[in-house]
């Protein structure tokens, strides 16, 4: 789901036109002055719902299955119930932004958060970026919060708390709102009659009408609009277009949709495709004549929506041969040097240094271990140099690379980077003096520290350095390490022992 909807996503966020009227599609532009552009050629029947009594029927049998298996779902709740119309778009809308390349079952929890500590526009207007990022930790894509807020204190400031009350106003007027989210607010909020388009309904739409074209491209995307515009419910259309992404994610899912169950399948021309091939293939088993080609097939003479003549059928794959999309670009590969700065607190237990990120670029404001990008291929000696060298700038003191303990790897995906975070530990017995003017930084307890906003990758690097302590004093429990075996990389200092802060701040060595 997430890739697809991250497809439709990016759309938005470059600015999608405006939405046709239901039921139109776009007109050409003509050139200026001069004869109208001819409109290019209607696609073939197949892929469109040009019958009125089957949109009809697909409606019907669609509605009627949501309102018998729809998922209980707080935002579906709130939409339900909430008289107001301003706090019932501002719901919908918080919902469709955590929506966003993630799961249901992860957004519930945060979706509940959320509306308890800012119920209203106002609330949230009022929040600092620090709370945002403190609830949104761990939810990942961070900027979602960061611009939800902004465009609330837009809709404060400026349109006097009032919600627009039209897709096109939403994505005209609020910063970060694009096609998709103007129209699941307007519909699921207004009820006003206008499609969407999101991972889900591009592979439900593909495979009901079997386009096989890339169906990330621009041309392709256009095309769904129109059809999602044509197909909405006129008197439910909020249920409609929920009930369209509903189908998608619990019954025409991605690798393995349960067609079997699907309440539109009579209307499915994916199914009926598979059907045929099968019909073939049997006909072919017992040596009877090549059946005649329906005429409704296309596929052949530069179709715009069938799959490219390059790529053809393939049998194994049945309906999920639709939709079909562009190879996915190779996320960017990076390695970042992070410490694990950890100091005994006043009972004892640890305490760890976090520093703040920029307020812009990726992770913008949320806290970290002292982190430094590394450069591709250099050697892990000079790693631990640089590092060293970093957290003495950072520190105002030296640091000797050898006091560096290597704990190991983390690799954490985000959506275009592949990242390795080489993990080492500092651990002291004193306190230091940070200097004010650098990143702002604390001392945290391992609560605090997981109650802060941190990422997820930073989580995981502090499982990594407790797994390892935890190794480290119970060296037959799990560890594979011998004992007075060193680390990869690391110093002289016997593992688990904690050395002065004066044994790590001193001057650098030539070594
Ligand atoms: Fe999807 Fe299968 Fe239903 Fe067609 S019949 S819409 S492929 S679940």
């Known amino acids: ?238 249920d409609f277009n929920q009930a369209l992404m509903e189908l998608g994610a619990t019954v025409c899912m991605p690798k393995a949709p349960l067609c079997g169950e699907c309440p539109v399948k009579q209307h499915c021309q994916a199914q009926r495709r598979v059907e045929k091939e099968l019909a073939f293939a049997s006909q072919k088993l017992f040596g009877k004549p090549a059946p005649v080609p329906d005429v409704e097939d296309c596929g052949v003479g530069g179709c715009p929506l069938c799959p490219p003549a390059t790529e053809p059928w393939d049998s194994s794959l049945g309906v999920t041969n639709f939709p079909r999309k562009a190879a996915k670009k190779q996320p960017r590969v990076a390695r970042t040097a992070t410490c694990v700065l950890e100091r005994r607190g006043c009972h004892g237990a640890p305490e760890y240094l976090i520093v703040q990120r920029p307020s812009s670029g990726l992770l913008a404001g949320l806290w970290e271990f002292p982190s430094l990008p590394l450069a591709q291929g250099l050697p892990e000696e000079k790693q631990r140099e640089v590092l060293a060298d970093h957290l003495q700038a950072w520190m105002g003191q030296p640091v000797a690379a050898r006091g560096l303990r290597f704990i190991g790897e983390v690799v954490h995906i985000f959506s275009h980077i592949h990242q390795t975070y080489v993990v080492y530990s500092l651990p002291l017995d004193g306190d230091m003096t940070l200097d004010p003017a650098l990143s702002p930084s604390r001392w945290v307890t391992e609560g605090e520290f997981h109650a802060s906003a941190v990422s997820t990758a930073m989580k995981k690097v502090l499982k990594a350095c407790e797994k390892q302590r935890g190794e480290e004093s119970s060296p037959g429990k799990g560890s594979k390490r011998k004992r007075g075996v060193k680390p990869n990389g690391a110093s002289s200092t016997r593992p688990g022992t904690q050395l002065s802060l004066r044994a790590f701040l001193q001057a650098p060595t030539s070594s």
Request: aromatic share 6%.
């Open 1 to 238: 789901m997430s890739q697809l909807r991250a497809a439709a996503a990016g759309l938005q966020r470059s600015g999608g036109r405006p939405v046709a009227p239901a039921g139109q599609s776009r007109k050409a532009a003509s050139p200026r002055g001069g004869a109208p552009a001819p409109a290019p050629a209607p696609p073939p029947a197949r892929h469109l719902f040009s019958d009125p009594a089957e949109t009809e029927a697909l409606r019907g049998s669609l509605l009627a299955w949501y309102d018998r298996c729809k998922r209980d779902l707080p935002w579906r709740t709130l939409a339900a119930t909430e008289p107001d119309a301003d706090r019932r778009a501002y719901a919908v809308w918080v919902s469709e932004i955590m929506l966003q390349q993630t799961q249901v079952a992860t957004v519930i929890d945060y979706y509940n958060r959320w509306m308890q500590k800012w119920p209203t526009l106002q609330a949230l207007a009022q929040a600092s970026l620090e709370e945002v990022n403190e609830l949104w930790a761990g939810l990942g894509y961070y900027s979602r919060g960061k611009r939800l807020q902004e465009a609330a204190r837009k809709v404060v400031s400026d349109l006097a708390g009032r919600m627009p009350r039209t897709a096109e106003d939403l994505q005209k007027l609020l910063p970060g709102v694009g096609r998709y989210t103007a129209g699941a607010i307007a519909s699921i909020s207004y009820g006003q009659a206008t499609g969407v388009v999101d991972g889900n309904v591009i592979r439900v739409l593909c495979r009901l009408r079997c386009i096989g074209a890339d169906s990330s491209s621009p041309a392709v995307i256009d095309r769904l609009w129109d059809m999602a515009n044509a197909l909405v419910d006129r008197s439910r259309p909020g």
